[in-house]
Every structure is written in structure tokens, then in C-alpha cells.
Nanobody, 123 residues
Framework: QVQLVESGGGLVQAGGSLRLSCAAS????????MGWFRQAPGKERELVAA????????YYGDPVKGRFTISRDNAKNTVYLQMNSLKPEDTAVYYC????????????????WGQGTQVTVSS
């Protein structure tokens, strides 16, 4: 079992920045690839970014390329999502998730999920 807890969400104006954190506990965090997903009301959950267990490989969804950066610190059992140049369309609940496969693009591929953190971007 891996337990995941997200933090760092909130309300920010368009053009602003937020950094989300996902703290992991339980089984060996460093053996899992990690993803950040988001889900807006009425929309499907979509993969925002993913990072391999070493941190050496990353993936970004087209809507966030050049604005968001995923990183991890295996010594702290934490994965981060730095979000810059935020837009109102980035408003969603953001979830972190863990998976053994690389690269897993679909939500149903992931094994463990956090409870989510709300990000709201005002125009």
C-alpha cells in the first residue's frame, strides 16, 4: 500500500503560480512512477504530468507544456508540481497517483491515489 496526501492548492489569479506537493508513505515510494492528474467539473480526469521513479524521465500533457514542471525528492518521499502562468482553464481538483508502469497515460492504469487538492484560477 502507498498512501498519498496532496497539499498546496488554493485560489490564485490568472498568471500566478502555485506549487503542489504530494507526500507518500507506506511501501517504497522510490520504486513508483508518479503522475499528477486533474479533473474539472463535468470533465474526465486527465493526466497533467508524470515522472519516472528515478526522476530522469518526465511527460507533460499538451495543455501544460512549458508552464508546469513535475519533480520528485525520493529522500523526502514527495513529488511536486510547479504551476506557472496559470489560466482559468487550469481550475480543477488535482490528484497525485502512483503506478509501476512507464509511461502510464490513463487514470485506470494507476494503482494508488491521493484525495485531491482544489486549484482555482480566477480571471
Amino acid at each position: 500500500q502507498v498512501q498519498l496526501v496532496e497539499s498546496g492548492g488554493g485560489l490564485v489569479q490568472a498568471g500566478g503560480s502555485l506549487r503542489l506537493s504530494c507526500a507518500a508513505s507506506g511501501r517504497t515510494f522510490s520504486s513508483y512512477n508518479m503522475g499528477w492528474f486533474r479533473q474539472a467539473p463535468g470533465k474526465e480526469r486527465e493526466l497533467v504530468a508524470a515522472i519516472s521513479w528515478t526522476g530522469g524521465n518526465t511527460y507533460y500533457g499538451d495543455p501544460v507544456k512549458g508552464r508546469f514542471t513535475i519533480s520528485r525528492d525520493n529522500a523526502k518521499n514527495t513529488v511536486y508540481l510547479q504551476m506557472n502562468s496559470l489560466k482559468p482553464e487550469d481550475t480543477a481538483v488535482y490528484y497525485c497517483a502512483a503506478v509501476t508502469a512507464w509511461v502510464a497515460l490513463e487514470a485506470h492504469d494507476y494503482d494508488y491515489w491521493g484525495q485531491g487538492t482544489q486549484v482555482t484560477v480566477s480571471s
